[in-house]
């Protein structure tokens, strides 16, 4: 469940209007509207005033879990999921971080490691920017 349908569900329970909300709130009905919809999101504040409002902790308002120190959400289990590929660019961005180092550390010995770390540099940025768009 997303932020905003657990926003949606908690003011219906409660009986409220989105102009309720809004008003205990401190901001306007558009505001409380957008968060339900999901087009953003309120801020560290406003969550804090929202889980006041309900009687509920901003953990479990997000849907983050706290697990041995180590904040474990919901969504973050859903990608990894989603995109089993993840694994595989994060293992290509290292492998090419290792390579530009070595190419990097041994460029004098031989101009060869010139294209060694190059290499690395693309391949690290083509993992990486294949990561960001799975995300």
Not at 94 to 114: D, P, R, W
């Amino acid at each position: 469940m997303t932020l905003g349908e657990k926003l949606h569900n908690l003011r219906k329970d409660n009986m409220l209007s989105q102009e309720k909300v809004a008003e205990l709130v401190g901001v306007s009905r558009q505001a409380v509207s957008k968060w339900e919809t999901g087009l953003t999101n309120p801020d560290t504040e406003n969550l804090i005033k929202l889980g006041e409002i309900f009687s509920i902790s901003i953990n479990e308002l997000t849907g983050t879990v706290f697990v041995d120190n180590e904040a474990t959400d919901e969504m973050s289990d859903k990608i990894n999921k989603e995109n089993p590929k993840n694994h595989l660019y994060v293992l290509g961005a290292i492998i090419g971080f290792l390579a530009f180092a070595v190419g990097m550390t041994f460029v004098e010995s031989n101009s060869l490691f010139v294209i060694v770390g190059m290499a690395g540099m693309v391949e690290m940025g083509y993992c990486i920017s294949n990561i960001m768009k799975l995300h």
